[in-house]
């Protein structure tokens, strides 16, 4: 197996005609961190670090992969075993995390490494990604539309994505029990045969609330309720909102390491959940995290919010486990999302075929945003 010899990761900002309003905040634009890995072969794969909020951080993420990360890629046939790469880089890092303060960051730089060197190792196989990791199963994958603000824009929103082949959806709450009714009874209401709503309350809610708030959701036929709670609290209130809700609990996007899935498969409080292969673990920590969920028959939904690459990483892996789970894709435009993979996401009926090319499937040419990059970083040996 050649040595790495070329290290790229590269910045991108575009801003939303209309901000994406989530219960802890707004994010007026969409930015994206892509890592690109060559070897001496000339064999390139792609990577993206989880960058989602707050995007002013995105550059911070670019220069700790850069400082940290890229030089141990350079040292090494690192492509040759990823999954080595990830769990000796991971323990090397520890220390820096805690100095720094800074575990999220830095899981999320070694999480786009991660991604990449699997893009390069399948790519070199000449498998698709999905298959490079064990899948079998060729049909395509259910999607659904997340990021649907709240009031009037919820339902226009759901109607667009209808259009253009959804038949699920996600719509943000935690707004007051009010605003939140009144944003959900019309997209219910409007519901045709075979499609499903599920809400995200982003952590928002104290216990007592989040069981009020179950209960007075227990009208609509949810898919699932997404993080009703902070994701750091106990596992006895998470039992109590469980306890009040008609629908399935939802969480996982913001939990790092495997104990922290393996706790919440051991209490029966949360049906589905929802790591994000960006933000932590890369392919190498959250497939037999998603292996492990489908074994204890709960619903794997990858979480994601960003970029082509990681997208379609996010797609890759969970054809490669399957189960029931949908995969997540941000219904707000976003060029560094449809224009990288062009023509592969193509909805029909609310599912998209799987890509049959090696790695992620497509070759992602950043020429076109080169007026939305704000840092370009190249290391080479």
């Not at 994958?141 to 667009?160: C, I, K, Q, W």
């Not at 996982?252 to 994000?276: C, F, I, K, T």
């Amino acid at each position: 197996m050649a040595h790495i010899t070329r290290i790229e990761s590269f910045v991108f900002r575009t801003p939303l005609a209309t901000p994406l309003r989530a219960s802890f905040g707004s994010m007026p634009d969409r930015s994206a961190v892509f890592i690109r890995v060559e070897d001496a072969d000339g064999a390139v794969g792609w990577g993206e670090v989880w960058c989602n909020f707050p995007t002013i951080g995105a550059e911070h993420r670019a220069r700790l992969f850069d400082t940290f990360i890229a030089p141990r890629l350079l040292r090494q046939d690192s492509a040759a075993d990823p999954r080595g790469f990830w769990q000796d880089t991971d323990r090397a890092l520890h220390v820096w995390t805690l100095q720094s303060g800074e575990p999220g960051a830095f899981a999320a730089a070694l999480a786009g490494a991660d991604i990449a060197l699997h893009d390069l190792a399948a790519r070199r196989a000449g498998l698709p990604l999905w298959r490079h990791l064990g899948g079998t199963n060729a049909s395509p994958v259910p999607v659904y539309a997340s990021g649907l603000n709240p009031g009037r824009e919820a339902l226009e929103t759901v109607e667009v994505s209808r259009a253009e082949g959804f038949r699920a959806f996600k719509v943000k709450i935690g707004f007051g029990e009010a605003e939140d009714m009144a944003t959900l009874r019309p997209v219910v209401d409007g519901l045709e045969a075979g499609e499903r709503v599920m809400v995200d309350a982003n952590q928002v809610w104290e216990v007592g609330t989040a069981c009020r708030m179950a209960a007075r959701l227990a009208e609509f036929p949810l898919a699932w309720i997404e993080e009703p709670l902070p994701a750091d609290r106990p596992d006895w209130e998470w039992a109590r909102v469980n306890a009040a809700a008609q629908s399935p609990l939802a969480a996982g996007e913001n939990w790092r390491g495997m104990s922290a899935y393996q706790r919440a498969l051991a209490d029966e409080s949360l049906s589905v959940l929802q790591p994000d292969i960006c933000k932590w673990g890369g392919l190498s920590g959250t497939l037999p995290v998603a292996q492990a969920i489908i074994a204890a028959g709960r619903t794997y939904c990858p979480h994601f919010l960003g970029g082509g690459v990681g997208l379609f990483a996010s797609l890759h892996l969970l054809a490669a486990v399957r189960g029931p789970g949908l995969l997540e894709v941000d219904a707000n435009p976003n060029p560094l999302r449809e224009g990288l993979v062009g023509n592969l996401f193509r909805l029909q009926d609310g599912e998209i075929p799987l890509p049959e090319g090696p790695g992620l499937g497509f070759e992602p040419d950043l020429t076109p945003f080169a007026r939305l990059r704000t840092l370009h970083t190249e290391k080479r040996t």
